[in-house]
């Protein structure tokens, strides 16, 4: 049992109380690190005062040790903690919002829902927001491990908008907190983004390239995705000396990269050692045709361009019955003019028109003429066939020249992070950021995440179970282990535009247990439909048929598919399907 030791010291430090969330990480961190100590501690000392009926004074001697050790913890998890905001105090004169115009978002000073924790909130919906604040100390990344870790909560959802942070250059790179904004220059920018099909946690590395001293956004590949509930998640990215990049949700890694690896990182930071040459050019006789006419072929002498492609089928005769002299519609006989109608303003009244009745018993009405049939003769425009082009050298492309942006690079060259800034647009309200930290060891981030982060998220999550529990009536096992897997699934990147749907159909199951069937197989058909699509490309529409009034013959023959020019014809059957209805003549 000694094992679940770390979690349960966590659990019941948090359960003390501390008035100070310096203490509690002091006591965590102590634990974390001597954990051999507190396992010998437990293994060995308490059976002995138990046998000892609990010697109060050695329980003393061993409480002294323990503060000693968490003091001493403390001095030296101090140092590893290069920046640390609670929010338990007021923001104002802390930290600096941007005067600029377009940032009217409000920021508030508030509690998270359901606790007694402060954070940093988005209070207005469809805003631009940017908030900065400057570091006592510039904090260099070159230097061992790097941990940037904050915690947000989306607790009116994600719908469009960001919730990351930007970790800042100096000010000597051109720029002022007063006029933060977008284009303020920042080292590292990492955190949650979702719009439409954009779901990822970004994380991307403003590098200088030393040869051309241009700074290059180099993005990483395959983020992980956003998580979908409205419950505080914590967001850590470890940067290692080795070049690694981790990215952990909630402590749970997520992403592993690396940082001089073209396959995770775009555009790579070592660029290529050529590149085309950009004053090269195209030979003027240079023949990229693979395939040429034939200059031998001619055209056969019975070959007629001029012939159409469709002809009256002279075989064809007019049905017994035909009323020739019958309109297909009439005036409305019921229809009457409205009383408020003005002849002068609305011009001479109409009565609208039906379908001849006369006409439903009888194969047709008005002038007959003869159906069109493909024409035999018709061949359409000559062409002379393809032959292999000898003189076919290939498709071009310029001759590769070295790189004068070319660099060598065991590791990045961080630039130094002056300030943390939040810069976002977002059409949600509630999103609320706290326990921003950078430190320089992953224990110490473990041990804030443990103390300020989880009791938190324990919380939330017992109340979304009671939640879904009540509004799901007591949603069998099975339909709740379906639903929370689908749930998964949604998070899949190539749903795309589709996520939306599924996500809609999901909160119908819960809600109306007796919609769970039918709603699975739906989301079951979106997701294969999908998957359909991504493996052939999708299916290509067909063309809307023409429907026509007339009844045709049962000797009349439809004209087929066409040669070269058909495509007239079909755009001349689309327009007639999609015009306003108008009388025509009947065929047969």
């Not at 359960?15 to 310096?22: A, V």
């Not at 949700?249 to 940082?259: H, I, S």
């Not at 282990?481 to 795309?496: Q, R």
């Amino acid at each position: 049992m000694w094992y679940e030791l770390p979690e349960l010291v966590a659990t019941f430090i948090y359960t003390l109380n501390f008035s100070s969330p310096q203490i509690s990480h002091c006591f965590l961190l102590f634990f974390y690190t001597y954990s051999d100590l507190c396992y010998f501690f437990c293994s060995v000392s308490i059976p002995y005062l138990v046998i000892e009926e609990r010697n109060r004074r050695m329980w003393t001697q061993y409480a002294l040790l323990l503060l000693a050790g968490c003091f001493v913890s403390q001095l030296c998890a101090s140092s590893d903690v290069k920046f640390y905001e609670s929010f338990d105090e007021t923001f104002d004169g802390r930290w600096i919002v941007s005067e600029k115009e377009e940032f009217n978002g409000v920021w508030k000073h508030a509690k998270s829902e359901g606790h007694d924790d402060h954070g940093l909130l988005v209070s207005e919906k469809a805003k631009k927001y940017a908030i900065v604040k400057e570091l006592d100390n510039v904090v260099s990344l070159n230097d061992g491990t790097m941990v940037l870790q904050y915690e947000v909560r989306l607790q009116e959802g994600l719908e469009c908008g960001g919730a990351y942070l930007k970790y800042l250059r100096p000010q000597e790179a051109g720029w002022i907190p007063k006029e933060f904004s977008n284009e303020s220059p920042y080292t590292i920018m990492f955190g949650p983004d979702r719009c439409g099909a954009t779901d990822k946690i970004h994380f991307i590395l403003k590098h200088k390239n030393p040869k051309s001293g241009e700074y290059i956004e180099h993005h990483l590949k395959f983020p992980p995705s956003v998580p979908s509930d409205k419950l505080t998640h914590v967001y850590t990215v470890v940067l290692k000396p080795n070049n690694e990049l981790l990215i952990l949700v909630d402590g749970e890694q997520k992403k592993k990269a690396d940082l001089l690896s073209d396959y995770d990182i775009e555009p790579p930071l070592i660029p290529a050692e050529t590149i085309p040459d950009p004053d090269d050019k195209k030979p003027e006789d240079w023949d990229e045709r693979e395939k040429i006419p034939d200059p031998d072929a001619k055209k056969p002498d019975d070959w007629d361009e001029d012939a159409p492609m469709e002809i009256e089928d002279e075989d064809a005769e007019k049905p017994e019955g035909w009323l020739d002299d019958e309109p297909e519609e009439i005036d409305d006989p019921e229809a009457t003019k409205p009383e408020d109608w003005v002849d002068d303003e609305d011009g001479e009244w109409e009565a609208p028109k039906i379908d001849n009745p006369k006409c439903e018993e009888v194969p047709g009405c008005g002038e007959w003429t003869r159906p069109m049939k493909r024409n035999p003769k018709y061949n359409g425009k000559w062409h002379a066939p393809l032959i292999e082009n000898p003189n076919y050298k290939g498709v071009w492309k310029p001759r590769d020249i070295p790189n004068p942006n070319y660099f060598k690079l065991d590791r990045p060259n961080f630039e130094p992070i002056a300030a943390i800034g939040i810069e976002i647009w977002t059409m949600q309200d509630g999103i609320l950021f706290d326990n921003i930290m950078i430190a320089s060891d992953e224990k110490v981030a473990e041990s804030y995440r443990m103390t300020a982060w989880k009791p938190k998220f324990d919380i939330e999550k017992e109340k979304q179970k009671a939640e879904e529990a009540a509004s799901t009536g007591g949603l069998k096992g099975f339909q709740k282990m379906v639903l929370d897997l689908l749930y998964k699934v949604a998070d899949i990147p190539f749903l795309g535009e589709h996520k939306s749907k599924v996500l809609d159909l999901l909160e119908k199951a819960e809600k109306q247990p007796n919609l769970t069937v039918g709603a699975i197989i739906s989301i079951i058909i979106i997701i294969f439909t999908v998957f359909l699509k991504l493996i052939f490309g999708g299916t290509q529409q067909q063309p809307a048929k023409a429907t026509g009034k007339a009844k045709k013959s049962d000797g009349a023959e439809a004209s087929s598919s066409n040669k070269e020019g058909a495509t007239e014809k079909k755009e001349d059957q689309n327009e007639d399907a999609t015009a306003p209805r108008r009388r025509t003549r009947r065929e047969n």
